[in-house]
């Protein structure tokens, strides 16, 4: 049996106040519990990529700056990606939209899993901008793992779920975990 597939986990907000942190580190420790990756956990606060300052496009893969080289080479080493993200006024946040713009190939033939939060909505809106995107990038939504009302099931020592936000992060991974190898080989022949 080969290598187990690299999960790129990605905390989708910057912002100081912030509760993604302990959402995606809720689903980091349900992705080591499931067996199924090699798990990479990659903040967005941390990898601080400024807005768009590559001169020529992503999809010519000739990045001058050493930030993008690192990011590249994070996102084109995943085999599949779950990223943990809130909704902005009724939509996709700009850190967000940023990271996904920087690359192109990278990016392409790999199957995301959402994790979206908020209030009411759940951050409905922002996955459903997102997934555009994603299609735009020749990514395939897996499936999405709404968590309403995030400001009740945060505390300070971290995300508390509800019963079925568990079962839905079970079945992400799951459902990742099996469409991965078919998006693989597609991949690898399209080179």
């Known amino acids: 049996m080969g290598e187990a597939p690299r999960l790129l986990i990605v ?6 106040s912030r509760v993604g942190g302990k959402v995606a580190e809720w689903v980091r420790g349900q992705a080591a519990a499931h067996g199924g990756f090699e798990i990479d956990y990659a903040d ?3 990898i601080d990529l400024p807005l768009l300052d590559e001169p020529k496009h992503p999809s010519k893969q000739a990045y001058e700056h050493e930030h993008t080289r690192r990011w590249s080479a994070r996102v ?9 993200h809130p909704e902005y006024n009724h939509g996709m946040n700009g850190a967000l939209k ?3 713009d920087y690359l192109n190939r990278e990016w392409k033939g790999k199957p995301v899993g959402l994790v979206s939060y908020g209030g009411v909505a759940a951050g409905q809106r922002a996955a459903g901008q997102i997934k555009q995107v994603l299609a735009a990038l020749d990514m395939l939504a897996i499936a999405t793992v ?3 009302g995030i400001s009740q099931r945060i505390d300070d020592e971290g995300f508390h779920p509800v019963e079925q936000t ?4 079970v ?5 990742l975990a099996r469409v991965e190898p078919a998006l693989s080989g597609l991949r ?3 080179g």
């Open 98 to 100: 940023n990271a996904l």
């Open 76 to 84: 084109a080493a995943a085999d599949a990606i779950v990223l943990v």
């Open 11 to 16: 905390v989708g907000s910057t912002r100081p």
């Open 188 to 190: 690898a022949e399209r």
């Open 171 to 175: 079945r992400l991974l799951d459902d």
């Open 166 to 169: 568990e079962r839905g992060i």
């Open 44 to 46: 967005l606060r941390e």
């Open 146 to 148: 709404p968590i309403p």
